[in-house]
T-cell receptor, first 111, second 112 residues
Framework: GQQLNQSPQSMFIQEGEDVSMNCTSSSIFNTWLWYKQDPGEGPVLLIALYKAGELTSNGRLTAQFGITRKDSFLNISASIPSDVGIYFCAGQSSGTYKYIFGTGTRLKVLA | SQTIHQWPATLVQPVGSPLSLECTVEGTSNPNLYWYRQAAGRGLQLLFYSVGIGQISSEVPQNLSASRPQDRQFILSSKKLLLSDSGFYLC???????????FGPGTRLLVL
């Protein structure tokens, strides 16, 4: 079956630093989504990517749809304490309603 | 704008009792609706999805069921809960296939 590897699993960073995380798939995706989840809450959509090579920003967040269509990257610039949380990627192949979710990257920001 | 509601927010139920979780969406018509379960520290597992009233597709065989009695209402049920049903249940909606899904606030279920 399809597999989605998300890395790193967790990271501690200093406030103000830039953060990078990525997801890789065993198969080609047509859509990539990035979410942030705070404890006890539902995931909130950060960025949606629909085209290979697409680079999209949302404030300090930038995500890219890999050119091979098997990976995606999320970058956070100048991290702040409220960036703490779990970031999930999700990918979807054509012809299916099902998104495959990564296992998440837990981000902790040290002030 | 669209909003999605789930209730209850938290539920503690004994093993063998029935379950009914409700999800409603406002501000859109004929949404695709989804039920997910999230185990502690894990990713999301799709349980059911629906493209219209009365249309339910199951992704994982289990003792849960789903129904869509109205266009913007999605219900997750069980006749007899198991310990393994504990988890965080999330409802989501999208306007179509292959586009972004938007999640509700979730229901935390603890089966004792």
């Amino acid at each position: 079956g399809q597999q989605l590897n998300q890395s790193p699993q967790s990271m501690f960073i200093q406030e103000g630093e830039d953060v990078s995380m990525n997801c890789t798939s065993s198969s080609i995706f047509n859509t990539w989504l990035w979410y942030k989840q705070d404890p006890g809450e539902g995931p909130v959509l950060l960025i949606a990517l629909y085209k290979a090579g697409e680079l999209t920003s949302n404030g300090r967040l930038t995500a890219q749809f890999g050119i091979t269509r098997k990976d995606s990257f999320l970058n956070i610039s100048a991290s702040i304490p409220s960036d703490v949380g779990i970031y999930f990627c999700a990918g979807q192949s054509s012809g299916t309603y099902k998104y495959i979710f990564g296992t998440g990257t837990r981000l902790k920001v040290l002030a | 704008s669209q909003t999605i509601h789930q209730w209850p927010a938290t539920l503690v139920q004994p093993v063998g009792s029935p379950l009914s979780l409700e999800c409603t969406v406002e501000g859109t018509s004929n949404p695709n609706l989804y039920w997910y379960r999230q185990a502690a520290g894990r990713g999301l597992q799709l349980l059911f999805y629906s493209v219209g009233i009365g249309q339910i597709s199951s992704e994982v065989p289990q003792n849960l069921s789903a129904s869509r009695p109205q266009d913007r209402q999605f219900i997750l049920s069980s006749k007899k809960l198991l310990l393994s049903d504990s988890g965080f249940y999330l409802c989501a909606w999208s306007v179509d296939q292959n586009v972004a899904q938007y999640f509700g606030p979730g229901t935390r279920l603890l089966v004792l």
